[in-house]
């Protein structure tokens, strides 16, 4: 068992900066991959980015590269999401998941374990 629990949410106005946290526990953190996506309200749920397990290999969507940056403090059992540059159609609920069994990077059915969720909100 895995528990995730994300913080950092908030409002910010466009080209600010937000950056999320997600704490793990529950299993060894270095041992599985990290992944966050996200959800705007009547919009899919969709892969922002993902960290292996030891933080050498990162994926980003395309709408996001450039502005965001994923990482992972194995000995805080945190990964972390560093948005810059917001823009509107980032507003979403953001979520963290943890990868235990599968090898894919991009769609939710590959990740086992999942927070509660974080709302960011991205005022024009």
């Known amino acids: 068992q895995v528990q995730l629990v994300e913080s950092g949410g908030g409002l910010v106005q466009a080209g600010g900066s937000l950056r999320l946290s997600c704490a793990a526990s529950?299993?060894?953190?270095?041992?599985?991959?990290m992944g966050w996506f996200r959800q705007a309200p009547g919009k899919e749920r969709e892969f922002v980015a993902a960290?292996?397990?030891?933080?050498?290999?990162?994926h980003y969507t395309d709408s996001v590269k450039g502005r965001f940056t994923i990482s992972r403090d194995n000995a805080e059992n945190t990964v972390y999401l560093q948005m810059n540059s917001l823009k509107p159609e980032d507003t979403a609920v953001y979520y963290c998941?943890?990868?235990?069994?599968?090898?894919?990077?991009?769609?939710?059915?590959?990740?086992?374990?999942w927070g509660q969720g974080t709302q960011v909100t991205v005022s024009s």
């Open positions: 998941a943890a990868r235990i069994v599968g090898s894919g990077w991009y769609k939710g059915i590959e990740y086992d374990y």
């Open positions: 960290i292996s397990w030891s933080g050498g290999v990162t």
């Open positions: 529950g299993r060894t953190f270095s041992s599985y991959a």
